[in-house]
């Protein structure tokens, strides 16, 4: 098992070496190279900065607030049929915009319930099925400035509910 630590200690440094290698035996100027595509990186950033603060910002007010509890209790009357606790609807509802403030309210669902409660191993599975959609096409579709998302949010969205259904169909297993 060291063999293996020992490797993947060395594979960012073999990987970075051979990319400057690569390019110097090409005739590159891998600096001059490295300069332009750090300055594309900070002019990105740049643009998608004001998207993140407004997603994070909203986050925390909905969580600070106890709107999410509340839409939890709401909504978890009718998830509740499904098999989708109501402690969980909150969860389900902020990884569509944050995976970090996603992770915080599944911290909080293990202390409270346990990590191998039928609500935490669902939490978990949710968390690790599911994508924060809201998230990435802000990023992604920000970086690259397309306005027309077409089909990707409905797809996003029907690719969560399927994250959540088999997350309560695999704890209904067990």
Known sequence: MSILSYLSNLMIPLILFYIVGYGLLSGRDVYGDFLD????????????????????TGV?????????????SLL??????????????PLTLVRMFSSSAAVSLLLDIFKEFGTD???????????????????????????VKVHKTRYTLPGAITATLAGVAA????VNLL
């Not at 002019?43 to 407004?54: C, R, S």
């Not at 997350?167 to 695999?170: M, S």
């Open 76 to 89: 978890g009357k009718v998830t509740e049929r499904f098999g989708l606790s109501p402690e969980l609807v």
């Open 37 to 56: 595509g750090a300055r594309d990186g900070l002019k990105t950033v740049a643009g998608i900065v004001p998207a993140l603060v407004g997603l994070m």
């Open 60 to 72: 925390g007010i909905l969580r600070a607030s106890g709107f999410l509890e509340f839409l939890g």
């Open 167 to 170: 997350a309560v169909w695999i």
């Open 117 to 143: 409660s039928r609500i935490g191993l669902m939490a978990g599975i949710i968390l690790s099925s599911t994508e924060s959609v809201f998230y990435c096409m802000s990023v992604y579709f920000g970086s």
